[in-house]
């Protein structure tokens, strides 16, 4: 599955017990009055209903795993950890038909912003994206699976994307390894006013380890002021291990790079909350193990104010 890091395994999802479910309907719909909580930056949602909502050709039911992530189930691991608005990110299960994460936009209004997938290559994209916009996608995912992003540079449809999402003051949120790195930073300077977030540390520390020079290549992205980057995919990084306090020397020189304004947590739920992995888990890192490496001011940007700025 393209959107776990490190191609996990994929336990049996255990969803939480009636009692956190309680009302779970009405809670997304109140969940947007809180303004003052957190904002989770990455969550992929998805419904067993295929009738409605039809898998890609090149997916199957069974590689539906957790068979099902809606956003009621969402909701009881994301409400006990104080978060009240996401991200929603176009799964690839779907992939060009973002119908699920704009009518789950649509039915929780205030509580999701969406990134959306489209094909670059395909004609009448501009158009395209903006209609996308109006139904409150603020992004829109490029994955670079095999080699595909040594192309990325070639492409004229890639270039419309990265100049239509600067005209229309949207983000390109590249899912990458980090040897796709240098990639990414030619972009970058081709098209420096377009909004780039940059998911998961581009995956640096997939190999369990953090490799000080894909961390300092990540890091130069920094001198584009348009790129942000998300903290976010602990349970797929470093020794992948609750609490992940490994990864706190990474955040740490990630945040003095970009600087706290420039950075988002983010769960990548539902693979956050698979095996021993837990969402408060992913939250704590940030909101009370880096209390010793972020401010308290540092630590609202990462958890609420930055991804507010970008995607609401």
Known sequence: MSESLGRVSRR??????????????TLGSALGQEDSGWIDAHVHVWTPDVVKYP???????????PPSFTPEQLFQH???SGVTRV?????????????YMLDMIAKHPRVFSGVGIVDHESEGLVPRLKALARRGVRGFRIHARGNEAQGWGKSEGMAQLWKTAAQEELAVCPLINPGDLP????????????????DHFARVGISGTIDPAQLEALCRL???PSVYVKTS??????KKTPPYKDLLPMIRQVVDAFGPERLMWASDCPYQVQGNHTYEASIALIRDAAAQELSEQEKHWLLRRTAEKVFF
């Open 233 to 238: 995919a602990f349970y797929a990084l470093g």
């Open 12 to 25: 049996r999802f255990c969803a939480l017990g009636g009692a956190a479910a309680a009302s779970v309907s």
């Open 55 to 65: 898998l890609d050709k090149n997916f199957t039911r069974e590689d539906m795993q």
């Open 78 to 80: 994301s409400a006990p």
């Open 183 to 198: 990639v990414v930073d030619a972009l970058c300077s081709r098209f420096p006013e377009t909004k780039v977030v940059v």
């Open 222 to 224: 920094a001198r584009f």
């Open 87 to 99: 991200v929603l990110i176009q799964m690839s299960f779907y992939q060009y038909d973002n119908s």
